[in-house]
């Protein structure tokens, strides 16, 4: 099955410093991967994703990603974090195996960013 | 707003009761997914129907079933339930190809006393 793994349970950065919160992914076949982030008592939104093409991945907010072959990650990025960021991320990917096209999504990652 | 509606935002019931969580996907998306989230379990895969058919089953319960009616709109259906069973069920829709991503709708928050 494909899957996907967020390393670190929490991560903290002060305001304006960057960010990287880490994901690398078990496919087979191309993956497809996404980055999703969700606030409190809130769906989840999303942030990017990575099909095909250019290995650095621009999403909403500011955000980015970095898709590295050779080392099966995918990992988020932002240039100068905002204490507005704090947030739960989640990291997913494409699975079709056994029919379907769902998404099945990391353990999630907890960003906290401090003044 | 996501275009994405789900009700009720919350629910308490009591064990062994029966409830229905309901779905309105974004205009335009043929598919809808079903998810938990819960504390110790983060989210887990459901069930997923597109145009009115099942497509695929994750970690769904027997106690639980789910339905896409024609027009699009999905109901979750929760019996006997457990006090394990309390967690955010979220629905969330897309137009269907690989390479969409998800719309999510800001869940259904179910607790079992």
């Known amino acids: 099955a494909q899957s996907v793994a967020q390393p670190e349970d929490q991560v903290n950065v002060a305001e304006g410093n960057p960010l990287t919160v880490k994901c690398t992914y078990s496919?087979?076949?191309?993956?497809?991967l996404f980055w999703y982030v969700q606030y409190p008592n809130r769906g989840l939104q999303f942030l990017l994703k990575y099909i095909t093409g250019d290995n650095l991945v621009k999403g909403s907010y500011g955000f980015e990603a970095e898709f590295n072959k050779s080392q099966t990650s995918f990992h988020l990025k932002k240039p100068s974090a905002l204490v507005s960021d704090s947030a739960l991320y989640f990291c997913?990917?494409?699975?079709?195996?056994?029919?379907?096209?769902?998404?099945?999504f990391g353990t999630g990652t907890q960003l906290k960013v401090e003044l | 707003d996501s275009g994405v509606t789900q009700t009720p935002k919350h629910l308490i019931t009591a064990t062994g009761q029966r409830v229905t969580l309901r779905c309105s996907p974004r205009?335009?998306?043929?598919?809808v997914y079903w998810y938990q989230q819960s504390l110790d379990q983060g989210l887990q895969f459901l069930i997923q129907y597109y145009n009115g058919e099942e497509r695929a089953k994750g970690n769904i319960l027997e106690r639980f079933s789910a339905q896409q009616f024609p027009d699009l709109h999905s109901e979750l259906n929760l019996s006997s339930l457990e006090l394990g069973d309390s967690a955010l069920y979220f629905c969330?829709?897309?137009?269907?190809?690989?390479?969409?991503?998800?719309?999510f709708g800001s869940g259904t928050r179910l607790t079992v006393v």
């Open positions: 496919v087979s076949g191309n993956p497809y």
């Open positions: 969330a829709s897309s137009v269907g190809g690989r390479e969409y991503g998800y719309t």
């Open positions: 205009s335009g998306d043929l598919s």
């Open positions: 997913a990917v494409r699975d079709a195996l056994g029919g379907g096209n769902k998404l099945t």
